[in-house]
């Protein structure tokens, strides 16, 4: 994550251990924060909470969360979708972040940090955020479409992802429990049974 953010050179920068501002431009950015694993969504509350009751809406505008659409299924068969973190211990903020708005965050319960660089918080490289929701909205439009495919025997699928990637085969077996399929590719002129997740294979409209 840290390759995919820049310290902005004569604005906001505040020290991480102290809070200190060294200089402000008094411009929102975003922040990555540092939490507990499995405390993300407590910190968010807690920080949703302080900005409601200190009107700080205009300091702290956005609590950005990543989160992905994962397809589990249940003894039943029943396909259900649900969401689930993609960085753990991390959150978004989108804040003017001078000592005030640096010293809140930091003494919230379950915050470690906001990321930095030695004694600095860095801020994101302006656009980072926005590519990164567009691409978990994609993705997770991808997954529960592929997802809720119903796959049948002798379905006819290309592989999209990993070592056999663009083989085609027929499907030989279904595990609707852990959303994975058998299928039949060709591998040194043999036919050898391969076991695939859903997510790896498209089925082929012939």
Not at 144 to 158: E, P
Request: include cysteine; hydrophobic fraction near 35%.
């Amino acid at each position: 994550m840290a390759s995919s953010s820049k310290v902005v050179q004569n604005k906001d920068k505040h020290a991480v251990n102290d809070v200190k501002t060294v200089l402000d431009d008094n411009k929102p950015h975003w922040y990555i924060v540092q939490t507990y694993v499995g405390f993300e969504d407590a910190v968010r509350k807690s920080l949703e909470q302080k900005i409601s009751n200190l009107g700080l809406d205009k300091m702290i505008l956005e609590i950005f969360l990543p989160t992905k659409t994962v397809v589990k299924t249940n003894a039943k068969g029943e396909k259900k979708e649900k969401q689930e973190k993609v960085y753990p211990g991390y959150l978004y903020l989108h804040a003017v972040l001078n000592k005030d708005i640096g010293y809140l965050i930091q003494n919230t319960q379950y915050v470690s940090k906001i990321a930095g660089t030695g004694d600095y918080a860095v801020a994101l490289e302006d656009g980072y955020v926005e590519r990164l929701k567009e691409h978990l909205l994609e993705e997770s439009q991808t997954i529960a479409s592929v997802a809720n495919t119903n796959y049948i025997i002798n379905d006819l699928v290309k592989v999209i992802d990993g070592p056999f990637k663009d083989m085609q085969g027929k499907v030989c077996g279904i595990d609707t429990q852990n959303n994975r399929v058998d299928v039949l590719l060709s591998i040194f002129d043999r036919e050898t049974r391969v076991e695939l997740d859903v997510l790896e294979v498209r089925k082929v409209i012939v």
